[in-house]
């Protein structure tokens, strides 16, 4: 009997844990770990040793904190978001809905207010580390934008999904913001010449951005019944779910043609393998989006656009990867 009951109890934490894990999108925060660690050890520590001779100046632990402040406010902003959202969410998704049925609202905002708190803290002993207090704003923004697109910026026309994609694309500049100030911080750094890889950043950042606006506009034409029944001004209900789709390949374009600008220099530079990778892994998925997304008519198959996106994401990331191991000759078959 005394097993069976620890069964019961181990079991009901079990769920109750992943319940909070869908709720903070964990997967999601998987990705921004993965970003900002890529950027950290594919682009950064590389480019310092070879070109410049340095190391990274932010050790592993710091930058860890860095990596899990920058979760905490994600986190802290999903939480908000359902939390306000949960009328929209019982309508769009009524079995995916957590807060009300399987975690009470009170803890989650609770558990919201513990989790930016930790964030706040952590960034400004980050930002007095790398002596650059100004760092702490980016935090203090984040935090409070992603409550205001909770409570009232979703609602508006396009300024909901610009202020999420912008935070999309601020993760991996992150990385480049405190490690740059440390490196101030320590040496006179206009000796150093940091322009490519400050192009590359800025390019893994625009394509943040791309790729979770279209995504963001994917999920507004899901939730377009619901968000109509609360008023929200969402570019389906703004201009009907067609025009959003021209919308949605419209940016689908600028990526696609982003890449064959980035494809050419790296096609001069020999990188053989980075300009296949990109081809079948990024520019491919793209394309199969002109053919999803016009013949969509049903919530699933926004869902399965939604998750090719995904994919482009993952398989952009990973890019970062393929072109550190190409860069510096690992690949065998490399020319």
């Known amino acids: 009997m005394l097993n069976f009951l620890r069964h019961i109890q181990l079991r009901s934490i079990i769920e109750q844990t992943n319940n909070y894990l869908r709720l903070i999108r964990y997967k999601n925060l998987i990705i921004i770990a993965l970003m900002q660690y890529t950027v950290r050890y594919c682009m950064l520590k590389p480019h310092f040793r070879f070109y ?8 592993d632990f710091n930058f860890f904190l860095l990596v899990l402040s920058t979760m905490l406010v994600a986190a802290a902003g999903y939480i908000i978001n359902d939390y306000f959202d949960i009328k929209t969410d019982w309508i769009n998704r009524p079995k995916k809905v957590i807060l009300g049925r399987y975690i009470k609202r009170s803890r989650a905002i609770f558990l919201h207010i513990i989790l930016n708190a930790i964030a706040f803290v952590v960034a400004v002993y980050l930002s007095i580390l790398v002596a650059n207090l100004k760092l702490i704003l980016i935090y203090v923004a984040a935090i409070i934008l992603l409550w205001s697109y909770s409570t009232y910026l979703k609602k508006t026309f396009l300024i909901g999904n610009i202020i999420v994609s912008l935070h999309a694309a601020i993760v991996p500049l992150l990385v480049w913001f405190f490690e740059i100030s440390m490196m101030k911080s320590k040496f006179d750094i206009t000796i150093f010449n940091f322009s490519d890889l400050k192009k590359g950043l800025f390019a893994i950042a625009f394509f943040a951005f791309f790729i979770n606006l279209i995504r963001e506009i994917i999920k507004d034409i899901e939730d377009i ?5 609360i008023g ?3 570019i389906p209900i703004k201009f009907g779910i067609k025009n959003s789709e021209i919308i949605i390949l419209a940016f689908s374009c600028i990526v696609f043609f982003s890449i064959v600008l980035i494809q050419n220099v790296v096609y001069e530079e020999g990188l053989l393998v980075l300009f296949w990778y990109l081809m079948i892994f990024v520019q491919i998925p793209l394309i199969l989006m002109f ?3 016009p013949k969509a008519n049903k919530r699933r198959d926004y869902s399965n656009a939604s998750n090719l996106v995904k994919f482009i994401m993952f398989t952009g990331i990973f890019a970062i990867v393929v072109f550190h191991l190409t860069l510096f000759h690992i690949w065998p078959f490399n020319n």
């Open 52 to 59: 410049t001779d340095t190391e990274l100046q932010l050790n």
């Open 225 to 229: 019944k619901g968000d109509r029944k």
């Open 232 to 234: 929200c001004k969402t």
């Open 291 to 293: 053919y999803i997304v």
